[in-house]
């Protein structure tokens, strides 16, 4: 909000706010439906948990101001990240984690049977999407787009974790309880997007997987010092 007022700011004073991409979240969609297209931005919002709501309520406040006072803004709502950065451990970030955990010799953990299935987006592809967001501001400004590696990027947990066992022989993977409200299929429709500023995921997942490993076994100490402590 203090942002949004900033920029709300400069233009009541005849200055030209600079355009912004506010990077949100798929979490509050609702998945008892999924259509077999994926999850496009017309689905119903019904989050959760705090975290899904705290997202809805954070794009929400974009496209009032953005609506309201004409800003230069656009939500991207972002599906399944993974990357070459160290991250928040299996919560957020798990296919990361999983790199993560091979790389610095921890045991990776399958929470629930691993059937559960996400279409997963690389960082290269983030940044590529915010840089067409920003690029094509005029066209996407006070809307929301949806974005995410789609039908193509899918794997499911058990597969992802599997695969980097492959790649690394001296993985130990084990099973762990599901998590609450847990969805066992998630993918995003990101057409709309597409249509507006002609961006594409370019990182296919197995591929992904394979870099962010890479990454992790170049960086397996500092990894190994930043994780040390951390359950």
């Known amino acids: 909000v203090r942002l949004l007022e900033a920029l709300r700011s400069l233009a009541g004073r005849g200055r030209r706010a ?11 969609y609702s998945t008892k439906t999924i259509p077999t297209t994926g999850v496009n931005e017309d689905q119903l919002l019904d989050p959760d948990e705090p975290y899904a709501a705290s997202k809805m309520a954070m794009s929400g406040a974009v496209m009032a101001w953005a609506r309201s006072f004409d800003l230069p803004v656009t939500v991207l709502r972002m599906s399944n990240l993974y990357g070459a950065a160290p991250c928040h451990g299996p919560r ?46 005029g066209a996407c400004k006070g809307r929301v ?35 609450r409200h847990e969805d066992m299929a998630f993918v995003t429709d990101h057409r709309l997007f597409t249509s507006v500023t002609g961006w594409e995921p370019r990182v296919g997942v197995q591929g992904g997987i394979r870099q962010v490993l890479d990454w992790a076994q170049f960086n397996q100490d500092d990894l190994r010092k930043l994780y040390e402590g951390v359950e």
């Open 92 to 137: 957020h970030g798990w296919l990361t984690w999983f790199c993560i955990s091979a790389a610095i010799g921890r045991q990776i953990q399958v929470q629930g049977d691993g059937s559960q299935t996400r279409d997963m987006l690389h960082s290269k592809d983030v940044t590529s999407a915010v840089l067409a967001g920003w690029s094509h501001i």
């Open 145 to 179: 787009f949806n974005v995410g590696g789609g039908a193509p990027n899918v794997i499911s947990v058990r597969d992802a974790a599997n695969l980097v066992g492959s790649l690394d022989p001296s993985v130990v993977l084990t099973s762990g309880p599901g998590r």
């Open 18 to 28: 600079p355009p912004t991409v506010c990077l949100s979240s798929v979490k509050p």
